[in-house]
């Protein structure tokens, strides 16, 4: 009694604990106030003779008008439009990206994505992916040349272009001379998707040789919302020696700095969906930082590589190039930088998971299908089809094996009433059944355990690749990685009222978490009944704790639950009409 009433206590508490760890997560991930640390940090210096410079705002010893440091941080920012405009510029014209390049300063601090709009809507606002220094919600990108006792150019250098738009067909090179001999080209070119090229390029013209450094950088001002989600890393993340590292921007808060020496690979910034990230030379092993630094209340992310010495002989020039890439992480995208640029592991940019291994072939498998049926919903279910297949002779097994626990069901019930008293006596009883019978209790078991990687490599592939990002299915799914937008407390749209005003997200359940619960429920039935009452009860509940747990979970994965238990169920009924099972 005391082990089926702890086997209760446990249920009821596991339920509790992931209800209450999603309304918590809820609760936290929208509050528009997201307190930060007010403290300044000191930037802590590289173990290397020359430093990235630190991306700047620009400053200002105005005093807001009730002196606080949040105040101080509003007085320096302005609206990205007024930023914009104090700055010359070059468009920024491609088939998927947008804006303009900075002339004061050579920053690209100004890309729309023309592909990617915020909500479903037709007019909804395009993705806004870099936005220029002093404006809310800075993010950009800068490169340049660090070179100790001489007058390099800066956040304030003004560069002569020779082209005013930037094309894929026409690269635009900025110039500029600092009048001490030095004279600096910096070569922008971009593809037909989201990679830059820089090239930059320094000739000596002096009497006497020197030495620099080439960096790049890429610069985030403000704590950017995340989602909440532990199973997703957004914030600063690189590859390393074919190491990942990930930084989520509360960790950086408390290191301050983290600096690596690798060859090869990239760093930068993420998103769920969009990255920005630095590519340097391949070939040579760079000095690289994460960094974070507290302006006036300014929360100030920064990731940035620093070169290997170069020396300039009088009359002699050098060249280095590196890339960026900002844009959407598109898996067939980061896959071809990958390959064609040589990036060493670029396709962790995705955060796939501990199931790598399956999530990565199971996304390939779902874009196969959907190009042929065009729908991604579709696609979803064909794929569980195929898993179904390749797992079918194991689940047979399993579904076999079932029946017959189910056929000695009576048999069962039986001992338990001769022999209810005496545990020991019980439990032999039940074992020399099953050996007389050839019956094992726990091969039922093992379907579903290797069906659970497979569900949580599913689970990723919704969450986290955009695309799946606004996909439709049928009907009133219009998004497969969004939870079912209807609610049963307005009987699905019928009554005029909407039910998330005024109730937590736990219990919005829709249509499709209805569906999962139902099929959940009749499987279940085909099941060997558990012979204790409490057992039973307690198995019973476990579809509509599952019905709640799934409905703010992505549609697509939950019409992947209910159609994967409709075809176990024709299987397990089709097995048991064949073995004689009632």
């Known amino acids: 009694m005391n082990e089926n009433r702890n086997l209760a206590m446990a249920v009821v508490f596991s339920v509790l604990i992931l209800l209450g760890f999603q309304l918590y997560n809820e609760w936290r991930y929208t509050d528009d106030d997201n307190p930060q640390p007010s403290q300044t940090v000191e930037q802590a210096e590289p173990a290397t003779d020359a430093q990235v410079p630190t991306a700047t705002t620009p400053s200002s010893t105005a005093q807001a008008p009730d002196g606080t440091v949040a105040g101080v941080r509003d007085a320096v920012l302005k609206g990205r439009d007024a930023m914009l405009a104090e700055s010359p510029r070059i468009l920024v014209r491609a088939p998927r990206l947008e804006g303009s390049l900075a002339l004061r300063g050579g920053r690209l601090d100004d890309l729309t994505m023309i592909d990617y709009r915020e909500t479903l809507e037709a007019d909804s606002k395009r993705i806004v992916l870099l936005s220029p220094s002093g404006a809310k919600d800075a993010y950009f990108a800068d490169f340049g040349w660090v070179g100790n006792g001489l007058k390099m150019p800066d956040s304030n250098t003004l560069w002569a272009a020779n082209r005013k738009t930037l094309t894929p067909e026409t690269p635009v090179t900025l110039s500029w001379d600092n009048g001490q001999g030095l004279t600096f080209q910096r070569t922008m070119a971009i593809d037909e998707n989201y990679m830059f090229t820089v090239t930059q390029t320094v000739k000596n013209n002096g009497s006497s040789a020197v030495t620099l450094f080439p960096y790049g950088l890429v610069s985030r001002h403000g704590s950017p919302q995340v989602t909440g989600f532990y199973i997703l890393h957004e914030g600063l993340?690189?590859?390393?020696?074919?190491?990942?590292?990930?930084?989520?921007?509360?960790?950086?808060?408390?290191?301050?700095?983290?600096?690596?020496?690798?060859?090869?690979?990239?760093?930068?910034?993420?998103?769920?969906?969009?990255?920005?990230?630095?590519?340097?030379?391949?070939k040579e092993a760079q000095t690289t930082r994460f960094t974070y630094r507290n302006d006036n209340g300014l929360e100030k992310y920064q990731t940035d590589f620093l070169g290997q010495p170069v020396g300039i002989a009088p009359g002699a020039s050098v060249t280095e190039e590196s890339h960026l890439f900002a844009g959407a992480k598109e898996v067939n995208q980061l896959d071809g930088y990958e390959a064609s640029l040589s990036?060493?592991?670029?396709?962790?940019?995705?955060?796939?998971?501990?199931?790598?291994?399956?999530?990565?072939?199971?996304?390939?498998?779902?874009?196969?299908?959907?190009?042929?049926?065009?729908?991604?919903?579709?696609?979803?279910?064909?794929?569980?089809?195929?898993?179904?297949?390749?797992?079918?002779?194991?689940?047979?097994?399993?579904?076999?094996?079932?029946?017959?626990?189910?056929?000695?069901?009576?048999?069962?019930?039986?001992?338990?009433?001769?022999?209810?008293?005496?545990?020991?006596?019980?439990?032999?009883?039940?074992?020399?059944?099953?050996?007389?019978?050839?019956?094992?209790?726990?091969?039922?078991?093992?379907?579903?355990?290797?069906?659970?990687?497979?569900?949580f490599a599913l689970y990723k592939v919704l969450f986290v690749t955009i695309e799946m990002r606004h996909a439709p299915f049928f009907g009133w799914i219009h998004d497969l990685s969004a939870p079912d937008p209807t609610v049963v407390w307005n009987l699905f749209g019928l009554i005029p009222w909407d039910p998330s005003a005024y109730l937590p997200a736990a219990v919005l359940i829709g249509v499709w978490p209805l569906v999962m619960g139902v099929t959940m429920f009749l499987q279940q039935r085909l099941n060997p009944q558990p012979t204790d009452p409490l057992q039973a009860k307690i198995f019973l509940f476990l579809p509509i704790m599952f019905t709640f747990l799934l409905a703010q979970f992505p549609a697509g994965l939950v019409i992947y639950w209910a159609w994967n238990n409709l075809l176990s169920i024709i299987q397990q009924k089709l097995i048991m009409i064949k073995m004689g099972v009632k």
């Open 237 to 282: 993340l690189g590859v390393f020696d074919e190491t990942l590292l990930e930084v989520d921007y509360d960790e950086l808060q408390e290191d301050n700095l983290i600096q690596k020496t690798s060859t090869g690979g990239w760093l930068g910034i993420t998103d769920k969906y969009w990255l920005t990230a630095l590519i340097p030379n391949q």
């Open 343 to 455: 990036i060493k592991r670029f396709d962790l940019a995705i955060d796939f998971g501990w199931f790598y291994f399956l999530t990565k072939p199971i996304f390939y498998t779902m874009i196969y299908i959907n190009d042929y049926v065009g729908n991604y919903g579709i696609a979803i279910l064909l794929l569980t089809v195929l898993i179904k297949v390749l797992f079918f002779p194991l689940a047979n097994k399993s579904y076999t094996a079932m029946s017959k626990m189910r056929k000695l069901q009576p048999e069962m019930v039986k001992l338990r009433d001769r022999f209810g008293d005496d545990k020991v006596r019980l439990n032999q009883e039940m074992m020399s059944l099953y050996k007389r019978e050839k019956a094992n209790p726990a091969s039922g078991c093992l379907p579903m355990i290797v069906q659970i990687p497979v569900f």
